[in-house]
């Protein structure tokens, strides 16, 4: 089967409970900020549209088996790598929407710790308005390394503002459970550790990015998005302190990171403004 180029149409009204979720995981007030009628704020479809996988169909990593929409690619870690992601109208709170899911890219590359496989997925999600939402989400495969090995720290310098952040099992726990991710190295540290060969629970990539992006837009809050792009540096766990900081760049752009407490960056990430 060819898998590049292969397309996937998924139809839901954006209800509010997935909102409410993520709202109260950002420690805001759910009946507040997320209403019907209201948009949506970016990046919170990422709560929507989701695949569910019956039972049967879980892999041993908690992931669906390979071979549905995505490529049956024979590396055992799979991974949400970046995005890029621009806005173009609101999504609101109670409508319906349709998100167009398709294959664009599958590339290998040599990695230090070997073969790699990137695979590029192009999103869309239109209301009866129009285009809404555009997305490339860059997915990863590799090998599970033997050990882990901490990777060179790239460290934070200067930013304008930080923001710390409070790590806990309960947090990774609450977002894999609004997003219905069910990867076992969010939550099941013996998983994590023993197999996967990580040091602890891993923080989510597009958690980190959500966080990113909601911190910008409170520092700035006179200001509308207008695109969104981020990549995993190195691995965040549960156990790190964590921040995340932003750099304004003129005033078109604002570079922002997530890091550990002592500022090794985890993720890179710059918002552009209209």
């Known amino acids: 089967m060819t898998w590049l180029g292969r397309t996937q ?6 209800d509010l409970g997935p909102a409410q979720s993520l709202a109260a995981i950002l420690d805001l007030d759910p009946d507040a900020c997320a209403v019907e009628g209201t948009p949506l704020p970016p990046l919170w479809n990422w709560a929507y549209f989701l695949a ?3 039972t049967r169909q879980i892999g041993p ?3 669906p088996a390979r071979g549905g929409f995505l490529p049956p690619i024979d590396l055992a870690r799979r991974m949400w790598a970046g995005s ?3 806005f173009h109208r609101p999504l609101m709170i109670g409508a ?4 167009t899911s398709t294959i664009t890219d599958i590339r290998e590359k040599q990695g230090r710790a070997g073969p790699m496989v990137f695979v590029t997925v192009h999103h869309t999600i239109t209301t009866d308005l129009g285009l809404a939402y555009e997305e490339d989400q860059d997915i990863v495969y590799m090998d599970i390394p033997k050990a882990f090995a901490v990777p060179e720290a790239v460290r934070l310098s200067e930013p304008d503002w930080s923001h710390p952040v409070v790590l806990d099992p309960v947090l990774l726990f609450r977002f894999s459970a609004v997003t219905f991710n069910s990867h076992r190295i969010h939550y099941d540290r013996d998983y994590a550790k023993s197999v996967e060969n990580y040091p602890g629970l891993v923080v989510h990539g597009p958690l980190q990015a959500i966080l990113g992006f909601h911190y910008a ?3 700035q809050p006179d200001r509308q ?12 766990f549960d156990f790190d302190g964590a921040q995340v900081a932003g750099r304004r760049i003129g005033q078109e752009a604002t570079d922002i990171f997530t890091a550990t407490a002592d ?12």
């Open 61 to 63: 990593d908690g992931h």
């Open 225 to 236: 998005p207008q695109a969104y792009r981020f990549k995993g540096v190195r691995p965040l």
């Open 52 to 54: 569910r996988a019956p």
């Open 84 to 86: 890029r992601c621009r």
């Open 217 to 219: 837009c409170q520092e």
């Open 263 to 274: 500022g090794a960056i985890t993720m890179e990430a710059q918002m552009t403004w209209d």
């Open 96 to 99: 319906t929407a349709q998100k």
């Open 9 to 14: 149409d998924v139809r839901q009204k954006l």
